[in-house]
């Protein structure tokens, strides 16, 4: 039966150029395995002030309000209507076709495009944001100076997908999740957005993984003191597999690992090794610090993991 807090709302940016492809793409995908859980999908594109390029040099910038006289109103609608809303359209007629009944909004704004995605967050209530995941096929600086990266880098509280080629290549049937747990409340929030999926394609789903890595340093101790290393985590698996049973995974579907190590390097290695699909993490707790581009297990994962499509998450 489906519960409130199994419907979903997605904020999706896009651009009007070929790099939106991969974000529609992700969406009919999602669309495909969620189905009816999903109730809202806003489009979203921000316009960032590219109708007045071809005027710039006839401005007078001393006018104040210049942007909001008759002239650039009706360049802007122009814009809009040319070349903007047709994109956005053929987009929501993608996604539609995909088997959705959803409600789908198309929004088009002025603006930072930062600002309105994090500012439209909140005001929509959205559960779930798409972003583009560019460079998949570059090492350095991937996201560097782009809107996804300046996303990433704010205070969104919802789940953010950043599309991955693996599951998009063989048919959005995901065969294999990875959750990473620790003690914190966006791990325990990571595990429940993984079990709605899991319910949602049992048919499909071979096997979700849950995955703790130990500090180095407790293991280290506790070798040392010939004490069980994997102990304290054992209750932490153990209650992450009776809730995704309560969800409906069969219990002989889940696998659990726990490790010591770097965080980033033990998820790489079972992400590569399992062929991994979906990787779910929280954007908080213990490895995974405020700012995400920092050295954090997130941004070691996000560069190294281009397969998997991995979904961080917060706690509203």
């Known amino acids: 039966m489906k519960t409130l ?19 529609v793409a992700m969406m009919k995908c999602l669309v495909s395995i969620l189905g009816d859980r999903i109730v809202k999908i806003t489009l979203l594109h ?33 814009y809009i209507d040319s070349r903007i809303r047709p994109v956005l359209e053929e987009a929501k007629e993608e996604i539609r076709r995909a088997g959705t009944s959803a409600e789908i909004k198309i929004l088009v704004e002025d603006g930072d495009p930062v600002e309105r995605i994090v500012e439209r967050v909140a005001r929509e209530g959205v559960d779930a944001l798409v972003l583009q995941r560019s460079g998949l096929s570059r090492v350095g600086d991937m996201f560097v100076g782009s809107v996804t990266s300046g996303v990433l880098h704010r205070e969104v509280r919802c789940s953010i997908y950043l599309p991955g080629s693996r599951l998009l290549e063989q048919g959005c049937q995901p065969k294999c999740c990875l959750v990473a747990l620790d003690e914190s409340e966006h791990s ?28 180095i340093a407790r293991c280290g101790e506790a070798l040392a003191d010939g004490r069980e290393v994997a102990g304290p985590a054992e209750k932490l698996l153990n209650d992450a597999v009776s809730f995704l049973v309560s969800r409906g995974v069969a219990e002989d579907r889940v696998r659990k690992v726990a490790a010591c190590g770097d ?12 062929k991994v699909d979906v990787l779910f993490m929280g ?16 941004r070691k994962i996000i560069y190294r993991c281009p397969e998997p499509t991995i979904v961080l998450v917060s706690v509203d």
Not at 5 to 18: C, K, S, W, Y
Not at 51 to 77: C, P, W
Not at 283 to 298: L, Y
């Open 5 to 23: 807090e199994d419907t979903v709302r997605f904020l999706v940016p896009l651009d009007i150029d070929g790099s939106r492809d991969q974000s």
């Open 46 to 78: 921000v316009m960032a002030g590219r109708y007045l390029s071809g005027h710039m040099a006839n401005i007078d910038f001393r006018a104040k309000n210049v942007i909001s006289t008759d002239k650039f109103k009706e360049l802007r609608q122009q």
């Open 188 to 215: 325990a929030e990571a595990l429940a957005r993984a079990g709605r999926l899991a319910s949602a394609c049992s048919d499909t789903l071979d096997r979700i993984i849950l995955v703790h890595v130990l500090d």
């Open 263 to 274: 965080p980033a390097e033990v998820l790489t290695d079972v992400a590569g090794k399992e």
């Open 283 to 298: 954007r908080r707790g213990r490895g995974a610090v405020k700012d995400i581009f920092m050295g954090s297990v997130s």
